[in-house]
């Protein structure tokens, strides 16, 4: 059984300010063979991804509102993965999510993390 659990947030930071948040994945991190991911959901709206690292090739993808502020980064012997947000908007605000997933059973499986709030007051 996967499980992760973000840390790092909990906090309200000055626009500007940086932030890192981790996430630990229980169990062998190697064992997510498609990807890890970081999703924002700001009050009122959905969840969406913002930072992506392929399992395979370790390439990132990340969405055009975070480019150039935000990096995803893993440490396989730490089996945690990261989310470093830098130049941090009030926008940025919201609950943070740390998704893997990996092959299952024919198709794929998600597994969460519970969430972590961020506030960025302006």
């Known amino acids: 059984q996967v499980r992760l659990a973000e840390t790092g947030g909990g906090k309200t930071v000055q626009s500007g300010e940086s932030l890192r948040l981790a996430c630990e994945v229980s169990?062998?991190?190697?064992?997510?063979?498609?990807?890890l991911g970081w999703y924002h959901q700001a009050p009122g709206k959905v969840r969406e991804l913002v930072a992506f690292?392929?399992?395979?090739?370790?390439?990132?993808t990340l969405a055009d509102s975070v480019k150039g502020r935000f990096s995803i980064s893993r440490d396989n012997l730490q089996s945690t993965f990261y989310l470093q947000m830098n130049s941090l908007k009030p926008e940025d605000g919201g609950v943070y999510y740390c998704?893997?997933?990996?092959?299952?059973?024919?198709?794929?499986?998600?597994?969460w993390g519970p969430g972590t709030r961020v506030t960025v007051s302006a």
């Open positions: 998704n893997a997933k990996r092959m299952y059973s024919g198709g794929t499986r998600d597994y």
């Open positions: 169990g062998k991190i190697e064992s997510i063979d498609i990807g």
């Open positions: 690292i392929s399992s395979d090739s370790g390439a990132t």
